[in-house]
């Protein structure tokens, strides 16, 4: 269908159908494309992670994304066509992934695909993408889109990625915190990319990753890791990540206890959805965290924060409204939110009327920079890089007080800028 | 000769039905087409001589990154890697069946799992040169096989095709020989074959390979034709389907795999679409799968009325 059908050894599917009469299936065909003429809906789809590791994300994923399309719809659709979002589950696995691209494209006959969080997943579908040159808009924060691992129908618009997030952080963990720095991370690819991003970015601050203290992902205890950590650590950095997380806080304050320990510095990924006034987690009261999006809301928080945590259902504290022991994946979750808005002004402003005008809409996409604060961006303003198909926004750090996460700083858009390392725009569809 | 026309048959079928399938379920043809081939690797050491293996995601993963490394990091062409991949689930197979076929049983199962967590784990750890678990993406260059371009969906499934046909035929073959009622002899009683002088380990020792070739074809043709390969794959998820695959089709049967995969694949895609619960659907079928029909679709149909059925 949107493949391009190679026509080797035997006649086209085309060709075999059109041999049996399938005069129905054109009829039917042509009535879709007069009825979308006419303002039907437009189907976009979204890959969720409704089972598997990334459950808890796409659960509030999905309430995101819901809220955006209502406001969407509210608001007249997109270039005036109602939209409806089809969501398909690829277990957070990336040979369901795949699959589940092609089910999105080929059988519901979706006019893009977004909304995919986790890397391994993201990786596995984008070829697939790319084969049916459908846009494939994935929100996971991971480097390998702006690294140009993958092709130039795959584009992160609505988060800024993994290695900006940290280069962003290590000014103010070097200025605020300390400048010796021992890092636990999770050993695979997650841990990996902070490990090499961070160490890069704290030395060019002065500052010193003193020790690597890597964590098979198998283990359950983490008891035999801690002694390893040197007693001139000033800084312990975590972004330990899974069921794990809790053990790992509970045998950290049980290895320091009451005494003097290295100041802590994580990453909320550890701990998105989990109250963090939970029992075990006390030893957290005083360290800090980085999150994209305030999971409370700040003081400060701009105009629009209120009418997007109402429109989601999301409490001042991140939790949902209709029950608060429900917590939000707060940080993350607003790049549904964000991503879908930007497929709306990218195809208003490609003029898309259908799939033949993919590429144009995503030539489009590639030749949008600012994107301002606004209801389309709670979390706040961005500048999308069209070479390397990656936006960048502002990132902040939050202490917990009182068992919540308070706002203490907030990086500025250059605090995460690197040189480009790929201009997919050169690259052919 | 009804064994031979019936395969054939089969082979026709998927032809025509890869002309006549919407383009989704064409395209989740060629995937079926590959997973079975993974499924009838596992056939012939699990169904036909017993070895309940639960490391053979080690094989699939040698084979997927057996071709995928020297695709990506050595620039080899596809059609090489491809063999490269076979070869790799082949000696892989061979080495872990060095050391895990001096158990059997419970034992086997287990050290065959032990092996298979190392080699996920490895790559894992690795992942500098193997992606790790977010895993590498292939090309479209990379990805040519003699002038196939494998991210097109009608030669991607002339190829998965081909590799299907050749490993039925094969195994067809291979059940049909001398040695496929050796393989038989080491299901049904190891010992009385040991007593009338035929070497056990050794027999069981190629069949293992024979089944690591299958799989390690798989996991290649899997990196190439859908261009990605990732730790995942390495997963003990990647030795409980082919499992599950043939115990659906019918363990022993020539053409269950192939039914297996086929069938355990719409369920999950199907069910998946109606509640997140789908695997508990899935459990299910298998419950009463076990209960109702334990020898698997084919393996009953073979009990009861067609003997014949290889």
């Known amino acids: 269908m949107m493949t391009k059908e190679a026509n080797v050894f035997m006649p086209s599917r085309r060709a075999v159908l059109a041999g049996m009469g399938a005069a129905g299936l054109m009829t039917t065909t042509g009535l879709s494309r007069a009825a979308m003429a006419q303002g039907a809906p437009m189907k976009l789809g979204f890959q969720l992670h409704a089972t598997g590791i990334g459950a808890s994300y796409g659960r509030w994923y999905q309430r995101t994304a819901d809220a955006a399309a209502k406001m969407i719809n509210d608001m007249g659709g997109i270039g005036g066509r109602p939209i409806e979002l089809v969501y398909e589950d690829d277990g957070t696995g990336p040979k369901r992934g795949a699959e589940v691209v092609d089910k999105l494209a080929n059988q519901h006959g979706c006019e893009v695909i977004f909304g ?116 001139e650590t000033e800084v312990l950095y975590h972004v330990m990540v899974g069921p ?10 049980e290895f320091y206890g009451a005494g003097a320990g290295p100041k802590l510095f994580g990453f909320i990924d550890s701990l998105e959805a989990v109250d963090m006034a939970t029992p075990g987690l006390e030893f957290l009261e005083g360290s800090h965290f980085w999150e994209a999006h305030s999971r409370v809301k700040p003081a400060d928080a701009g105009e629009h924060e209120a009418a997007y945590r109402a429109a989601v259902g999301v409490d001042d504290n991140g939790a949902s409204l209709s029950d608060p022991a429900d917590v939000a994946t707060f940080s993350h979750m607003f790049s549904a939110w964000e ?51 990656q936006a960048f926004g502002t990132q902040n750090i939050s202490q917990v007080q009182g068992g919540k996460l308070v706002r203490v700083h907030q990086t500025t858009m250059a605090d995460g800028a690197y040189d480009d390392a790929v201009d997919y725009t050169a690259m052919s569809f | 000769m009804k064994i031979w026309i019936l395969h054939i048959a089969v082979l026709l079928a998927l032809v025509l039905a890869q002309l006549v399938l919407p383009p989704y379920h064409a395209n989740n043809l060629s995937r079926i087409l590959v997973l079975a081939v993974f499924a009838m690797g596992y056939n012939i050491s699990f169904g036909y001589a017993g070895l309940l293996s639960l490391g053979h995601a080690l094989l699939f993963a040698a084979g997927m990154y057996g071709a995928g490394m020297l695709v990506h990091h050595a620039g080899m062409p596809a059609l090489p890697a491809l063999i490269a991949g076979g070869l790799a689930g082949g000696a892989m197979a061979g080495l872990v069946g060095l050391l895990a076929l001096r158990t059997a049983g419970v034992s086997f199962m287990i050290v065959t799992l032990m092996f298979a967590q190392v080699g996920f784990l490895s790559i894992l750890y690795f992942n500098g040169v193997t992606g790790g678990d977010e895993g590498i993406a292939l090309t479209g260059p990379q990805r040519q096989i003699l002038g196939l371009d494998m991210t097109q969906d009608t030669p991607r499934f002339w190829v998965a095709l081909i590799l299907f046909a050749i490993a039925l035929l094969v195994k067809l073959a291979l059940v049909q020989s001398r ?44 990196a190439l034709l859908f261009g990605y390969l990732g730790g995942s794959f390495a997963s003990v998820q990647y030795s409980i389907l082919p499992m599950l695959y043939v115990l659906l089709g019918g363990a022993g049967t020539v053409l269950g795999p192939l039914l297996g995969a086929g069938l355990m694949f719409y369920l999950v895609d199907f069910t998946s679409g109606l509640t997140s619960a789908y695997l508990m659907v899935v459990g299910a079928a298998l419950v009463v799968l076990v209960l109702f029909a334990p020898k698997g679709i084919l393996g009953t149909l073979r009990e009861r009325w067609l003997p014949w059925l290889p």
């Open chain 1, 339 to 389: 991503t879908l808005f930007f497929i709306k002004q990218a195809m208003e402003a490609s003029g898309y009327a259908g799939p033949a005008d993919r590429q144009k809409l995503v030539e489009t996409m590639e030749g949008i920079s600012d994107l301002p604060y606004g209801v389309e961006r709670p979390q706040g303003a961005k500048m999308f890089n069209g070479k390397t198909h």
């Open chain 1, 244 to 253: 794990g997380v809790l053990t790992f806080v509970k045998e950290l304050g």
């Open chain 2, 179 to 222: 040695f496929g009622r050796l393989m038989l002899a080491m299901r049904e009683n190891e010992e009385r074959s040991r007593m009338l002088g035929l070497n056990p380990f050794g027999i069981k020792l190629k069949i293992l390979v024979i089944s690591g070739v299958f799989s390690g074809v798989a996991g290649a043709a899997y």
């Open chain 1, 116 to 231: 995919t969080l986790f890397s391994h997943v993201v990786m596995g579908s984008a070829p697939r993408a790319g084969e049916l040159k459908i846009p494939y808009l994935v929100c996971s924060e991971g480097y390998h889109v702006a690294s140009g691992a993958l092709n130039r129908w795959t584009l992160q618009p609505g988060i800024t990625d993994v290695r900006s997030q940290i280069q962003a952080m290590a000014p103010w963990v070097a200025a605020n915190l300390g400048k010796k720095v021992t890092m636990v991370f999770p050993d695979y690819a997650f841990g990996h990319d902070h490990r090499d991003f961070f160490t890069a970015a704290i030395a060019a601050q002065g500052g010193e990753v003193i020790a690597h203290i890597a964590v098979p992902p198998t283990e359950t205890s983490f008891t035999q890791y801690l002694p390893q950590i040197p007693a």
